[in-house]
């Protein structure tokens, strides 16, 4: 009765209000331009979402709704061990658990026997494990030891089952309750460059042809879809990403009941990880807060287990800080922001349920394409799959080298006198793939260079003239010219021999565009009186470009610029090589 009571003292307020406070707001400017947000995944976002958005979602899209019936969003903490001897990873395995791990992941370890599996295992009968690498072996292996030892803790591995669809059904039929012996990989879609749609529509149909076989092998659907989970890498984009693991709960749920099995074994099994692809060598720490938002939106989701990997793991072995660091993140989330109290914390917003209907009504559209192709195993033979990623992926990219995508610290906001080349293990950079990889490699070329010259290049930003646009543009040109850990100064300047007589590899010209032309005859001829042919480049993209040039001007730097293709030109000229 109070909330009642309450709510009546705030009137409904109806969208064609809202629309027409926008409008005034907006005082002409274009509506779509500055409010509707368009998606990588096609679909136009709006400023707000109300009740009407979602209306009839519930009984049009039951697929949408989350079908697990857990009382709980919580999770368990997975901590992955990197090692190739069994007893040393064990005791890296018992000392993350005393840290709060709640399950672990063994990485690079290769058990060749029984006696190597038990010494791996010693001590973590209650600890959940997986083995990020499997094979027939250590299948067999762990069928054998848990028909021996049976423990309530879940043994699981991320072997793929459609790379041996019969050894897949001989071990459904054969493995205890406790082994969960496969997992569909779709972490390896994002990391691609997969939109949300294409990672929930390819993980899906790859589960879908996974069942198919099985079902044409005579094993029960129910035990074969209890045998495999899901593992999804979190990417940055907040709300998207928790729609994702929403919208999937859903539609694994209907394929499971569409080929016979039981509301219960329609529950999906999701492990998360923060996404590799998005993580940076310059100004590392900004991995932390990356890893921390995927992390929570993992959670909020309703991911079963989730591994938040160590800010400094895409350039270097984690130390233990590093490790200790991630492994804290779950614990706050959990115990300090308590993430983990409500199992779906989204429910009934209508902005996330409307992404979560979109994302499963359009990564449904996706299955069903691959399903007409022949299915998910035949359409990536026949490079169907490798193709809509390499599309993804290039969109992806190409707004990361032009900076439309900005990743603080690294394609914008640089800090040039920061330095990575004593840090890096190079054989991590890459692997895999990073967004900004091709920025990395020009800071560290440059650092190579000052490494063996004992200098770099210097960078002069030459303010003149116009207050307003020589700061603009001046801002704007150390933003750029940082990218590439070229020395920056900043100088503010009367006349133009003042200029020519400072002593710079590069010279920028930072004014407004009517005053180039009279500074740049003025400049050159100074210049060559001091005997100087040091480069001149205009922040700008003026109407008479060709004039400069013709008086010139080697260059100009401006917002439709080639970001890494000009600053590898200018690296070139200043005798940067690789």
């Not at 539609?251 to 499971?256: E, G, I, N, P, R």
């Not at 700008?540 to 010139?552: E, F, K």
Request: include cysteine.
């Amino acid at each position: 009765m109070a909330t009642d009571s309450l709510l009546q003292e705030f009137p409904p307020v109806s969208t064609e209000a809202w629309e027409a406070a926008i409008a005034r707001d907006l005082k002409g400017a274009d509506y779509a331009k500055k409010l509707i947000w368009k998606t990588e995944e096609g679909l136009a976002v709006k400023p707000y979402y109300r009740a009407e958005d979602i209306a009839g979602l519930e009984h049009s899209r039951p697929l949408c709704q989350m079908r697990d019936a857990r009382a709980s969003g919580d999770w368990r903490i997975r901590e992955e061990i990197e090692g190739d001897e069994p007893e040393e990873s064990n005791r890296a395995a018992r000392q993350a658990v005393a840290g709060g791990a709640e399950q672990i992941a063994f990485s690079g370890i290769g058990v060749k026997d029984a006696s190597g599996l038990a010494l791996l295992l010693a001590n973590l009968r209650e600890i959940p494990v997986h083995f990020v690498e499997a094979d027939e072996l250590l299948l067999r292996l762990l069928i054998e030891r848990l028909a021996k030892q049976p423990t309530a803790a879940a043994i699981s591995t991320g072997f793929d089952p459609l790379t041996n669809l019969d050894l897949a059904a001989e071990v459904v039929r054969a493995a205890p309750a406790a082994l969960i012996p496969f997992t569909i990989h779709g972490e390896e879609f994002e990391e691609s460059g997969a939109t949300a749609v294409e990672e929930v529509g390819f993980t899906l149909s790859a589960a879908v042809d996974f069942l198919a076989e099985m079902q044409s092998r005579n094993v029960e659907i129910d035990h074969a879809s209890a045998s495999i989970e899901f593992s999804f890498a979190i990417g940055a984009n907040f709300f998207f990403q928790i729609a994702k693991l929403r919208a999937f709960r859903g539609l694994w749920a209907q394929a499971v009941e569409s080929f016979g099995g039981t509301h219960q074994s329609g529950q999906a099994r999701i492990h998360a990880c923060t996404s590799r692809w998005n993580k940076t060598v310059y100004d590392p720490h900004m991995n932390i807060l990356r890893g921390t938002t995927e992390a929570m939106a993992a959670a909020l989701g309703g991911a079963n287990s989730i591994t938040v990997a160590p800010f400094d793991a895409c350039y270097k072995t984690p130390d233990e800080a590093s490790r200790r660091l991630a492994c804290n993140t779950q614990i706050l989330l959990k115990q300090e922001a308590m993430l983990s109290r409500v199992a779906d914390p989204g429910a009934g917003s209508y902005y996330l349920e409307f992404l979560t209907d979109f994302i499963a009504r359009e990564g449904w559209k996706c299955m069903q394409q691959i399903d007409a192709a022949g299915g998910f195993r035949k359409a990536r033979a026949d490079g169907l799959i490798q193709r809509v990623l390499a599309h993804s992926l290039a969109a992806k990219e190409s707004a990361v080298a032009s900076r439309r995508r900005v990743f603080t610290g690294t394609n914008s906001y640089a800090n040039p006198s920061e330095k990575a080349l004593d840090r890096i293990e190079v054989s991590r950079m890459s692997s895999p793939r990073r967004a900004t990889l091709l920025y990395e490699q020009l800071r560290l070329r440059t650092e190579r260079h000052a490494a063996a010259t004992r200098r770099t290049p210097r960078v002069l930003l030459a303010e003149f003239g116009d207050v307003k646009m020589r700061s603009a543009r001046s801002t704007f040109a150390a933003n750029f010219f940082a990218c590439a850990g070229f020395d920056i100064g900043t100088q503010r300047f009367d006349r133009a021999d003042e200029m020519a007589a400072c002593d710079a590899d590069l010279i920028v010209l930072c004014s407004s565009d009517a005053e180039y032309a009279a500074l740049a005859t003025e400049l050159f001829p100074r210049l060559q009186a001091r005997g100087r042919t040091t480069p001149v480049v205009i922040a700008g993209n003026p109407d008479g470009a060709d004039q400069l040039r013709a008086s010139g001007v080697a260059d100009f730097v401006h917002l439709r610029s080639n970001p890494v293709g000009l600053l590898a030109k200018w690296q070139l000229r200043l005798g940067i090589k690789d």
